[in-house]
């Protein structure tokens, strides 16, 4: 079992930044790729970035790529993502996944039937 606990969110203005973290425990860290999806209301959960498990390699969706830095700090455990310029359409909730089956390396999405853990998600709303 890993279990990951998400912190960070908030209610923000158009514009400002906010770091999402996750802390897991459990299993060991590194042998798991990490991600951060969201869902917004009426939508389904989608993925927004994800890490190799070194940390060295990221893989982000189209709508956020210059915007949110995925990054991971594997002797702390933690998984973070720091999300800059926000937009309302940002507006979701946030949740961590982590995955032992997917390989960033076929640079496409994390799929949510990859998932072998999530956190409860962290509510990010950003206001105009």
């Known amino acids: 079992q890993v279990q990951l606990v998400e912190s960070g969110g908030g209610l923000v203005q158009a514009g400002d930044s906010l770091r999402l973290s996750c802390a897991a425990s459990?299993?060991?860290?590194?042998?798991?790729?990490m991600g951060w999806f969201c869902q917004a209301p009426g939508k389904e959960r989608e993925l927004v970035a994800a890490?190799?498990?070194?940390?060295?390699?990221?893989y982000y969706t189209d709508s956020v790529k210059g915007r949110f830095t995925i990054a991971r700090d594997n002797a702390q455990n933690t998984v973070y993502l720091q999300m800059n310029s926000l937009k309302p359409e940002d507006t979701a909730v946030y949740y961590c996944?982590?995955?032992?089956?997917?390989?960033?390396?076929?640079?496409?999405?994390?799929?949510?039937?990859?998932?072998?853990?999530w956190g409860q998600g962290t509510q990010v709303t950003v206001s105009t």
């Open positions: 459990g299993r060991t860290f590194t042998d798991y790729y």
């Open positions: 996944a982590a995955s032992s089956t997917y390989s960033i390396v076929w640079n496409r999405p994390l799929l949510e039937s990859e998932t072998d853990y």
């Open positions: 890490v190799s498990r070194s940390g060295r390699t990221p």
